[in-house]
Nanobody
Framework: QVRLVESGGGSVQAGGSLRLSCSAS????????MAWFRQRPGKEREGVAR???????TYADFVKGRFTISKDNATNILYLQMSSLKPDDTAMYYC???????????????????????WGQGTQVTVSS
């Protein structure tokens, strides 16, 4: 069982930055993806960024150029560096872990939340204008 604990959320003014962290413990399959999702008030949960075992990253269009996902394999910590924050980025942010597509299929990460089987409790990010 995987345990994920997010931290780093808070309140910031538009244009500011925050770095989210997600500490992972427990058994994680070798061919995996770690991801950040968010849920804005009144909206469905949506994918923000993903990183697979070799380190390939993918981003939702609405965060490209502003957010960077990374991970420290030695400590099993996933990060999300968020810059140029907008009020529309206000949301609960969740980290998640799940299997990646097979190596034969390129090892890419799934975008759908349903493909991730371990979730953290979330950390709130509030961006004021």
């Amino acid at each position: 069982q995987v345990r994920l604990v997010e931290s780093g959320g808070g309140s910031v003014q538009a244009g500011g930055s925050l770095r989210l962290s997600c500490s992972a413990s427990g058994y994680i399959v070798s061919n995996n993806c770690m991801a950040w999702f968010r849920q804005r008030p009144g909206k469905e949960r949506e994918g923000v960024a993903r990183i697979n075992s070799p380190g390939l990253t993918t981003y939702a269009d609405f965060v490209k150029g502003r957010f960077t996902i990374s991970k420290d394999n030695a400590t099993n910590i996933l990060y999300l560096q968020m810059s140029s924050l907008k009020p529309d980025d206000t949301a609960m942010y969740y980290c998640a872990v799940g299997p990646a597509r097979s190596i034969r299929d390129g090892g890419y990460c799934y975008t759908r939340a349903a493909m991730y089987n371990s979730w953290g409790q979330g950390t709130q990010v509030t961006v004021s204008s």
